[in-house]
């Protein structure tokens, strides 16, 4: 049993029993997350299933009460609902994806909104099914993960759902989007590491998550090689769990000089498992990671060059760019853009990416159409 369903389970019984009455406050929610054991997000899923029953009610500013209560109640044509909608197919999700949904539930709850969460199939969008999430009445909108297909997109628009993809770069889907400019960060990071490693030969350590992704990086990699006259060395590994460990192991054997090593994050464990095992003399080889720090445990993460993603600037711009849509009905793409800063600290390089709020675009990237 989901943890949400044991926690809805508990207080519906105290409603019930009447330990809860009628009129009385809820505990804050820190405070019952913590009782509970579970996390603000998995804590507000279980008060979501209450409240739509009708035994507790959320007021905005003033807490969560037992209902009946006697205070005004929202209209139930009232849409505070925003959607999560996950595709099936896709892998199960990462850090990276918990941090943004709780990032969103944060800022939706002080909205006096609420985040629900859908997962779509293939074959429901070929019957036309909705998930029961996507059914409710109070849906406001939705906000759809990246590296979605088309068909996905098409199917949410033909329900009427205002749709906003979140991370898909290039801007090619043909919706409202917003996404880091991934392909301007890999030139920035490289560029870095050329600069600062003149000598050495850089590698790109990378798997095909994605064609125009992979893409996008894989060219912002190669034009800072062929900026300073380095032939480009791009890796991919395809086995997310052992490959990327073997692939550097047999990058060192067939290179027994120094090298530097720009590694995906989404596969950065291979490289990590070496380090702690001093197999990897990270003064010898200078590393730079590129993608969310969270992959990176913290015991590690202050010794490798460490270029992330600002996920809080991603959500507030995806929640901006949906009510846009909302009101316009205009399909707009955004693009978050970086910069980054790099210094020398006791002979080691660090580099730090800065996101900046992100930018309308008028299309696609012309090589990305």
Known sequence: MPKYDKIQRALRKQIQDGALKAGSQLPPQNDLA??????LLTLR???GILEKEGLIARIHGRGTFVCP??????????KNVIVHAKIASSPRPNRYQEIELEILDNILSEQG??????????QDVARGTLHPALRASNVRGVLLEHFVEDVYVEFLRSKGFPTVVMGTYPLTLNTA????????????????MLKHYPDLPLFFLTEPFHLHYSHALDEGYRRACEETGQRPRTRLVRDQVNEPELEIKRILEENPSPFGLIVHANIAHGLIKLYEERRLDLEKYPVAIYG????????VRNELNHCTRDISIACKAALQLLEKTIESGSIEKW???PELKSEMTHGRLSLTLDWHPPQKQEGAPADYD
Do not use: W
Not at 34 to 39: D, E, N, R
Not at 113 to 122: F, Q
Not at 292 to 299: E, I, L, T, W
């Open 34 to 39: 913590k009782k509970f054991g579970a996390s």
């Open 45 to 47: 899923q279980a008060l």
């Open 69 to 78: 209560l006697k205070i005004p109640q929202q209209s139930a044509n009232n």
């Open 113 to 122: 909104r609420h985040l629900a969460i859908a997962v779509l199939t293939a």
């Open 177 to 192: 989007n917003v996404a880091f400019d991934d392909k301007e960060a890999m030139y920035l990071i490289s560029r870095a």
């Open 292 to 299: 969310s720090a969270d992959y990176v445990s913290p015991s």
């Open 335 to 337: 693009l978050i853009r």
